[in-house]
């Protein structure tokens, strides 16, 4: 029972690198989100996407692109890595409903050099 | 827009001291209210839940309740653990919308 997995655990880049930080869950789940996690600001939504074929962008959505080809797989794209994108980056999804809690991955630790 | 404000940490306590931490909303409506926790290294788990007024989400000897009135959903244990150590994220879902506010998170740090 994988839940939602991302990969990779840990990654260093330096300044205007691109990557892209994989998601994945096996739960059937139609809502799928990234998230920014830095030190007293919470979580942040990046993009989420609502079903496969439909992205959207979320609270702080520039340098970062997504796409939603399956149901299963939700990746973040950096297009050109900035220090300013250092953070961990956690993966989340859900059902549809408006009382239904969000499923996280352990997340990815992202440093810009 | 929506809000979520949950006091500011860390919180320190010893091993079987009671704990609450407070949280308050602002939204439109009748959210559903949410508490997650993050232990070190690890994603954000769902601890308990509310979806309406008056309702008690309670999980692992952890509770809070949907105060309308308020606008609060407070976390409380009565005697908590060296292991319940970790960071507490209140967060709510407004009806009809899809995004979930997440609080600032409380970190909690209990002492044998």
């Known amino acids: 029972n994988a839940g939602v997995t991302q990969t990779p655990k840990f990654q260093v880049l330096k300044t205007g690198q691109s990557m892209t930080l994989q998601c994945a869950q096996d739960?059937?789940?139609?809502?799928m989100s990234w998230y920014r996690q830095d030190p007293g600001m919470g979580l942040r939504l990046i993009h989420y996407?609502?079903?496969?074929?439909?992205?959207d962008q979320g609270e702080v959505p520039n340098g970062y692109n997504v796409s939603r080809s399956t149901t299963e797989d939700f990746p973040l794209r950096l297009l050109s890595a900035a220090p300013s994108q250092t953070s961990v980056y956690f993966c989340?999804?859900?059902?549809?409903?408006?009382?239904?809690?969000?499923?996280f991955g352990d997340g990815t630790r992202l440093s810009i050099l | 827009g929506d809000s979520v404000t949950q006091m500011e940490g860390p919180v320190t306590l010893s091993e079987e001291a009671f704990l609450t931490i407070n949280c308050t909303y602002t939204?439109?409506?009748?959210?559903?209210l949410f508490w997650y926790v993050q232990y070190p290294g690890e994603g954000l788990q769902l601890l308990l839940k509310?979806?309406?007024?008056?309702d008690k989400g309670s999980n692992k000897g952890f509770e809070a309740t949907y105060r309308k009135e308020t606008t609060s959903f407070h976390l409380e244990k009565g005697s908590v653990q060296v292991s319940d150590s970790a960071v507490y994220f209140c967060?709510?879902?407004?009806?009809?919308?899809?995004?979930?506010?997440f609080g600032t998170g409380t970190r909690l740090k209990v002492l044998a």
């Open positions: 739960m059937n789940h139609e809502y």
């Open positions: 967060a709510l879902m407004g009806r009809g919308t899809y995004k979930y506010i």
């Open positions: 509310a979806t309406k007024a008056d």
């Open positions: 989340a999804s859900r059902f549809r409903g408006s009382n239904q809690p969000q499923h």
């Open positions: 939204a439109t409506g009748y959210p559903s």
């Open positions: 996407s609502v079903g496969a074929g439909i992205t």
